[in-house]
């Protein structure tokens, strides 16, 4: 019977570590099956019971990071303007990204697999189908890959979380995102003066990164 009690699931255990080792993680103490639990009133095999380990721990941290991206994209609304709705995509990831930059390191280490994979190509998917909204809308160029114009999105914003988040520059280089993400829409059929007030329209960032690790 105790063992039954030991091995039952409780999602709000899950979540108390899954918050415990986040906040390791920020302040860089070493992550062990021990310190993970102490100060959670739950034992070792608790990592057993939800995880199978500290492998399985180190999933659950990275599809945390994409779950909390899917809710903070999940905010942004459709609009009229494709390039407007695109770029209030890319500053929500990253929005999260400084809200969560432990988290974040972590959402990239593919030394672990995801929970669910598709949780990732989502995110994604929602940067390709703004893409494909101003296609349509003759924003850019019909033959533009819209795959590939998400993916340099990403790839413009992930740079600058990067060198603010986690890395040497102040929260001021942010401010870079506008001409960067201006320039790259205009490189693909856009018009130069309506992309950039589509993109200052889209672009909407927090003050400094908060890291928090709270919802």
């Known amino acids: 019977m105790l063992w039954n009690m030991a ?3 409780d999602p709000a255990v899950r979540t108390r570590l899954v918050e415990r080792a986040a906040q390791m993680l920020r302040t860089r103490e070493p992550i062990t099956l021990r310190s993970l639990v102490a100060g959670t009133g739950v034992s070792t095999m608790a990592v057993y ?3 199978d380990g500290m492998d399985g721990l180190w999933k659950a941290l990275r599809q945390e990071g994409f779950t909390r991206l899917a809710a903070r994209m999940s905010t942004v609304r459709t ?6 709705d695109l770029a209030a995509l890319v500053a929500a990831y990253l929005g999260n990204a400084l809200d969560h930059p432990d988290l974040y390191r972590v959402m990239f280490d593919a030394n672990f697999e995801l929970e669910d994979a598709q949780a990732a190509d989502d995110t994604l998917e929602c940067l390709v189908q703004a893409a494909i909204r101003g296609r349509e809308a003759g ?5 533009v890959d819209a795959l590939e114009l998400a993916t340099q999105s990403w790839a413009v914003t992930h740079g600058l979380v990067s060198l603010v988040a986690n890395g040497p520059l102040p929260p001021a280089t942010l401010d870079h995102g506008v ?5 790259l829409y205009v490189s693909v059929g856009d018009e130069p003066k309506r992309c950039g007030r589509s993109v200052r329209r889209g672009w909407r960032l927090p003050d400094q990164p908060r890291n928090t690790l709270r919802r």
Request: glycine share 0%.
């Open 79 to 84: 609009s009229a303007d494709p390039v407007r």
């Open 49 to 51: 019971t939800h995880f």
């Open 7 to 9: 091995r039952a699931k």
């Open 179 to 183: 001409p960067l993400l201006t320039a």
């Open 139 to 143: 924003r850019f160029r019909k033959d």
